[in-house]
């Protein structure tokens, strides 16, 4: 792959940026994008491929998901898509 | 890391995702080392970040090819950072931070940096950094000379779904 372009990401974690605030909105769902996690409101072409993981989830709901190349490996419907964080 | 480059979804590009030179606590690691009382040291951090820069630029990559996005204490870092560079960066993307040492920002800031395009993001219920604190910085960047807008978006101290597209329309209007 040739790379154009380049995104330095600055983050902050546990104690260095927001001591004692672990109580976010967030907590419930189970893990971030840095524990491996993805979060997408589903779309239409994702209720096939989710069906075969067993999971129902319609269109417009929030999940939280792996994949495993262009597949599902996990989802797991959660209430809201603003669980992504980096805290 | 992975997760987050699919999440912008952004073609070509390689992200870097440097630690933090300060230790704080078991597990934690910090920008900024001090307290408000001693004095804040950041020397180390922002020598990361050039020799960062240094070697992109070593590797065929420009600094308009360069953009930093960062939350929190990250985003108060790269506001330092940026302002007293002799060179600009593509953009600079601060997401619930806040400018430490305002009333040097115009003394302090190159012409140069005055080139880089800044984004602020904020969250409306952000209770660690309050949103006012992005509204101050875009008003002290605007009147120093740079190109800088905020969007507010209703959330707490967090990077929401929703901002994915702010990010993404900005990195793609200023480099492509």
């Known amino acids: 792959m040739n790379n154009n372009l380049v995104l330095i990401f600055l983050s902050c974690f546990l104690l260095s940026c927001n001591a004692g605030t672990s109580n976010s909105e967030c907590t419930d769902c189970g893990g971030g994008l840095l524990d491996g996690y993805l979060y997408k409101e589903v779309t239409v072409e994702d209720v096939a491929s989710l069906a075969e993981i067993d999971v129902s989830a319609n269109v417009g709901k929030c999940i939280r998901f792996k994949m495993d190349g262009t597949e599902f490996s996990e989802a797991t419907v959660v209430d809201d898509c603003c669980c992504i964080e980096y805290q | ?176």
């Open chain 2, 1 to 176: 890391m992975e997760p987050v480059g699919k999440m912008m979804s952004l073609k070509d590009t390689k992200w870097i995702l440097p630690q933090a030179p300060y230790t704080a606590g078991p597990g934690g690691f910090s920008w900024f080392d001090g307290s408000e009382k001693m004095g804040w040291k950041y020397q180390e951090s922002f020598n990361i970040l050039t020799h960062l820069i240094q070697d992109l630029n070593n590797e065929g990559f420009s600094s308009s090819d360069i953009f930093i996005i960062s939350f929190s204490q990250g985003a108060c870092l790269t506001m330092e950072f940026m302002i007293r560079q002799s060179f600009s960066l593509g953009g600079i993307i601060p997401i619930a931070g806040f400018i430490r040492y305002k009333k040097r920002v115009k003394q302090d800031a190159t012409d140069a940096s005055r080139n880089t395009p800044v984004l602020l993001l904020h969250g409306e219920k952000d209770k660690i950094i309050l949103p006012e604190q992005s509204k101050i910085s875009l008003k002290i960047f605007k009147d120093a000379g740079y190109k800088a807008e905020l969007h507010i978006y209703s959330s707490g101290h967090k990077i929401p779904l929703q901002a994915k597209n702010l990010i993404k329309n900005f990195i793609n209007d200023k480099h492509f």
